[in-house]
């Protein structure tokens, strides 16, 4: 059947076009999209056509068109043969999806949502999870202290998730005042301004001496390198920003090797895909794991929502995103009535 798809033209352009959607096949459901959250430090990169894979030279000319979107929320409308466990009508995430109205995927790449969570707030959780995962890497202890560096999204979820797991102080790190308020509203005991002439010496004496855990978000030389500047010794940092280009410098010996650091690699797919272990966990596994602390109450996903839009705007959306300094934090597309 004919759909509607968000797609990047070229640099700077976003098209909402028409679109095929494939009849399910065995064990493939097809699902009709109520809401698809913006990641925005990937849909960003994408949009104005930075390099969009670790596998791919920074250098390397962008390639167009380009289709993102993958995190989202549906109800099922057609299922194929072979699945039993999943019926028409039925409310799911869909994760490594696209910003498409109408979409067929593997039964693995759906997830049904549990009562009492909304399509809205569940349209965000596969982006949750990746800070998420980051965080366990980190193997972060009760009464540990946090930093993240870097308010976006990502960063804000993992202000979240460090809270629940039982991090103090929490400490959000971010140069744009609107978003350390926002980070603060949403559980940071601090808010810090990476820009300011005291900050690793506020950061130590917030956190008596250094910060055990950090989320590194930014994706910047220069964040990474203040975040190792806050570090206590034996600390951990996990590096979940997507740094899409490496045209910087790290006093290794000084900040890393000589204090015991560990540098850990956290891209959302430098995870296990069939099974999990401790630290290590699946995409499944963590979806299951946010939707139920959602329902459960220990992390807060409705006011984490922004923003909500037609996918008919997605252009001055996108436009948007890649010329303010302050883009909202939660953004979704409602599919329900795009025609």
């Known amino acids: 059947m004919k759909t509607k798809q968000i797609v990047f033209t070229k640099p700077y352009a976003a098209e909402l076009l028409e679109s095929e959607c494939l009849p399910p096949k ?15 430090g990937t849909e960003k990169a994408n949009f104005i056509g930075l390099r969009n894979g670790t596998n791919i030279s920074e250098d390397e000319e962008a390639v167009f068109p380009r289709t993102v979107g993958y995190s989202a929320a549906g109800i099922v409308s057609e299922v194929g043969c072979g699945i039993t466990d999943i019926k028409i009508g039925d409310k799911v995430v869909v994760y490594w999806g696209k910003h498409k109205k109408d979409i067929t995927v593997n039964r693995n790449n759906v997830f049904k949502i549990p009562d009492g969570v909304s399509t809205q707030e569940a349209s965000m959780t596969l982006i949750s999870t990746f800070p998420l995962a980051a965080v366990r890497k980190t193997r972060l202890e009760i009464g540990e202290s946090a930093m993240v560096m870097g308010l976006g999204i990502l960063g804000v979820f ?3 998730e460090l809270k629940a797991a039982g991090a103090y102080p929490v400490i959000a790190v971010d140069p744009v005042k609107e978003r350390r308020e926002f980070a603060l509203k949403m559980g940071a005991d601090y808010a810090l301004d990476p820009t300011g002439g005291n900050f690793v010496k506020d950061v130590t004496a917030l956190s008596d001496g250094g910060v055990n855990v950090c989320i590194e978000v930014t994706g910047l030389g220069v964040g990474l390198i203040q975040a190792l500047d806050c570090m206590k010794r034996m600390g951990r940092v996990a590096l979940l920003g997507c740094t899409r280009s490496s045209h910087f410098e790290i006093d290794y010996y000084g900040k890393v090797h000589g204090r015991g650091i560990s540098l850990i690699g956290a891209h959302t797919m430098a995870r296990p895909k069939t099974e999990s272990s401790a630290g290590l966990w699946t995409d499944a596994d963590d979806l299951k794991a946010i939707l139920n602390l959602i329902k459960g109450g220990r992390l807060n996903f409705k006011d984490m929502i922004c923003e909500i839009h037609s996918p008919n705007e997605a252009n001055k959306i996108y436009n948007r995103l890649a010329n303010e300094k ?7 597309f409602d599919w329900r009535y795009c025609r």
């Open 26 to 40: 065995k064990d493939e459901v097809t699902v009709s999209l109520e809401y698809s959250a913006i990641s925005s």
């Open 158 to 160: 993992a202000v979240q």
């Open 326 to 332: 302050n883009f909202p934090i939660g953004v979704l």
